[in-house]
């Protein structure tokens, strides 16, 4: 959800309770006042009936308790009723000739005295009715609301939109950004402080990271150099050392321990350099690799080894399987798999690769157990004896599968299961 979108939501939301409980309170405080104003009505028409009492009274022998022939009611009471009477006000319905239905009324009762007699007086008025009250002011309320709401999503879109364009250019830029390509990322000018400390920011971690990445990969290509050539010379030098010179057997053999270390270290300085080359981004060329093609060609190139080791190498198509990536990469990391399969499948048995579209997978026999999931694609972990591993071929895999977000899984079902999966 967009930040616009999101602020919006939460806006509605707090407007949708701050309106509710201002409309209860608004209706109850309206009520209060429409009470106070009839009854202050109802005060000055007790008043006025007094007043007019003295001009006619014969209105004080008007005995009317129903309110079919008026409005008031003049009723005679004791002296002592009179000053024991209190003003009240109730509420009630009465039916209403032109509505033909019952409808609220206030009916106002006092004591008035008039010439030494006493008599209890009562007007009635009509009232406001409380339910089409609630419905006009929910309706209107409503209204409100939605206009509100409205205005809200109108600002937002036109002025806060305006507003936060220099954020949105910048998180545009960052989402295309990549670090391996250069690419340029123009800070947008605004008068707004904080935008101008986020590019600021922005701007000072791009230059950071751009000088880390660089510093890497002159490394890698220095250590890629400077360490291959002088181990590739040292190996050399010891194979003419064995051709020159008359050597015992165990001379031999620790000469031979020796090459065989150097050419461990040399395929691990390899294995170590193409990890960091590709944790760093510096595959950038990509396209449609056909996981079908790739896998003939990888396992021509096995064959002699599948052949020594008496494994039969079978591909079972049963659909297209293409994904971009880098194809280099592509072929190192079915490279892997199938010679991890060879190196570790026993002789007589066959290693199948089932390709289906979307996945690739790999099966071969090997030891007679589960391998550590846990720690199967942690480097330097080799599950195997052999001395000519790095301990770092599934690592390498795990690393590329990840770079492109596919999915590399192990399962063990009578053999062992490597698949790639989108």
């Known amino acids: 959800m967009k930040l616009?979108?999101?602020t919006s939501k939460y806006l509605a939301l707090i407007l949708l309770l701050l309106i509710t409980i201002w409309a209860v309170l608004f209706y109850y405080a309206m009520l209060d006042e429409i009470y106070d104003?009839?009854?202050?009505?109802?005060?000055?028409?007790?008043?006025?009936?007094?007043k007019r009492a003295a001009e006619d009274p014969s209105i004080l022998a008007q005995d009317d308790p129903n309110f079919e022939k008026h409005v008031y009611n003049f009723t005679s009471i004791s002296k002592q009723t009179f000053s024991e009477f209190e003003e009240s006000?109730?509420?009630?319905?009465?039916?209403?000739?032109?509505?033909?239905?019952?409808?609220?009324?206030?009916?106002?009762?006092?004591?008035v005295e008039y010439n030494a007699d006493y008599y209890k007086l009562m007007i009635i008025t009509s009232m406001v009715e409380e339910d089409d009250l609630v419905k006009d002011l929910a309706l209107y309320l409503i209204g409100l609301y939605i206009i509100l709401v409205a205005s809200i999503l109108l600002l937002n879109n036109l002025l806060l939109k305006r507003i936060w364009?220099?954020?949105?250019?910048l998180i545009s830029q960052l989402r295309d950004f990549k670090i391996e390509k250069n690419t340029p990322v123009i800070l947008p000018e605004t008068n707004i402080e904080e935008f101008n400390l986020l590019n600021a920011t922005v701007d000072k971690l791009i230059k950071k990271s751009t000088d880390s990445y660089m510093a890497q990969k002159h490394f890698i290509e220095n250590a890629s150099h400077e360490l291959q050539t002088p181990l590739a010379i040292s190996i050399n030098k010891l194979e003419l050392f064995l051709e020159n010179n008359d050597l015992n057997e165990n001379q031999l053999g620790d000469i031979a321990t020796v090459l065989d270390n150097l050419g461990r270290l040399t395929r691990l300085n390899?294995?170590?350099?193409?990890?960091?080359?590709i944790e760093n981004h510096q595959f950038e060329n990509e396209q449609q690799v056909d996981f079908s093609r790739l896998t003939q060609s990888i396992i021509a190139d096995f064959k002699d080894l599948a052949d020594h080791k008496k494994i039969q190498l079978v591909i079972q198509s049963d659909g297209i399987f293409k994904f971009k990536m880098n194809e280099?990469?592509?072929?190192?990391?079915?490279?892997?798999?199938?010679?991890?399969?060879?190196?570790?499948?026993?002789?007589n048995n066959a290693v199948t690769i089932e390709i289906q579209s979307g996945s690739w997978q790999i099966s071969n026999a090997g030891i007679d157990q589960e391998l550590d999931k846990q720690s199967?694609?942690?480097?330097?972990?080799n599950s195997s004896s052999l001395k000519r591993s790095t301990g770092l071929g599934l690592a390498i895999t795990k690393v590329i599968t990840d770079k492109y977000g596919l999915t590399l899984d192990y399962q063990y079902k009578n053999a062992h299961n490597f698949k790639i999966k989108t």
């Not at 009465?94 to 206030?106: A, G, H, I, S, W």
């Not at 390899?270 to 080359?277: A, D, G, R, T």
Request: no cysteine; charged share 25%; proline share 3%.
């Open 270 to 277: 390899k294995s170590l350099i193409l990890l960091s080359k």
């Open 89 to 111: 006000y109730r509420d009630t319905s009465m039916y209403m000739l032109n509505e033909k239905d019952y409808e609220p009324v206030r009916i106002y009762e006092s004591a």
């Open 4 to 6: 616009l979108n999101y």
């Open 376 to 381: 199967l694609f942690t480097r330097f972990k």
């Open 37 to 50: 104003s009839l009854d202050d009505g109802l005060e000055n028409q007790k008043l006025l009936m007094v």
């Open 328 to 347: 280099d990469l592509a072929i190192i990391l079915l490279t892997n798999l199938i010679k991890n399969a060879l190196v570790h499948g026993k002789k």
């Open 165 to 169: 364009k220099p954020f949105y250019g």
